[in-house]
């Protein structure tokens, strides 16, 4: 009856999906033009291309650490060290990136995948122009099973997929897990108790890592939205406890 029941389920959302590519799809989301799900004009209006604070993602002109994140990360503490490099961001969590991350998230809008991890491609190629030259992998941000049964399927795991088939860089699934399943971060009042939140709520195999070569490759970190860089601070934190040397963040949209 269960594997009945999982079969029922599965092909309701497949159906969906259809009904909805048929329906609704078939606009752009930033501006409603027929054809394509994100249209090339919005792409290149949402992207932004620039620096931003390597932690939080606001815009600055120089691309460094603002005042406000340089003060909050020298009391910052792990044993080994803030456990990211550096952040990026395509553009702020708001408008038409607003509605197309919403779309995907919960709207089960699954092609917007694509157009996103497009622009995660341009910020990625603005900021590391020379990529092919340095060994990257992609990872993305895991949800816990509980919410990736609810949902059906994790949207950082889609840009990653897009973005490793843009970039040609190679895919690891399955290697970085959410072991514990906390609050909704949004509902998270500020940075300190988003943290607490997230304490532990991330495992790394090191094994799987290990015989990977991850110690020998840069990480690329993949997320749809960050606020306050807790979910990535956590998420790297358990990739460099089991080995990892570098790790860069790659969000779509920051929420602050």
Not at 53 to 70: D, M, Q, T
Not at 102 to 127: C, D, G, H, V
């Amino acid at each position: 009856m269960n594997g009945f029941r999982g079969w029922l389920i599965h092909t309701s959302r497949l159906i969906s999906e259809r009904v909805l590519d048929l329906f609704f799809l078939q606009k752009c989301t930033g501006c409603a033009k027929p054809g394509e799900v994100l249209c090339a004009a919005c792409r290149s209006a949402l992207f932004k291309p620039g620096g931003q604070c390597l932690i939080c993602g606001f815009r600055n002109n120089n691309g460094k650490i603002c005042p406000k994140c340089l003060t909050w990360k020298s009391g910052f503490q792990v044993k080994t060290g803030f456990p990211f490099k550096r952040a990026l961001w395509t553009g702020r969590y708001d408008g038409a990136l607003k509605d197309a991350v919403w779309n995907l998230k919960y709207k089960n809008r699954k092609t917007l995948a694509e157009p996103l991890a497009w622009m995660l491609f341009q910020k990625f190629s603005e900021m590391f122009p020379d990529f092919k030259n340095t060994s990257f992998v992609v990872i993305p941000i895991p949800l816990h099973k509980n919410k990736l049964r609810r949902r059906g399927f994790n949207q950082a795991e889609l840009l990653a997929r897009e973005f490793s088939r843009l970039s040609h860089i190679s895919l690891l699934t399955n290697s970085l897990l959410k072991i514990k399943e906390t609050p909704a971060q949004v509902d998270a009042p500020d940075r300190e108790t988003r943290l607490k939140n997230l304490e532990g709520a991330f495992a790394a195999d090191s094994k799987k890592l290990t015989a990977y070569g991850l110690q020998h490759k840069a990480i690329i970190l993949i997320d749809d939205v960050s606020t306050t860089g807790a979910t990535l601070i956590h998420a790297s934190a358990a990739l460099q406890h089991a080995g990892a040397q570098k790790i860069i963040g790659l969000v779509i949209a920051h929420g602050g």
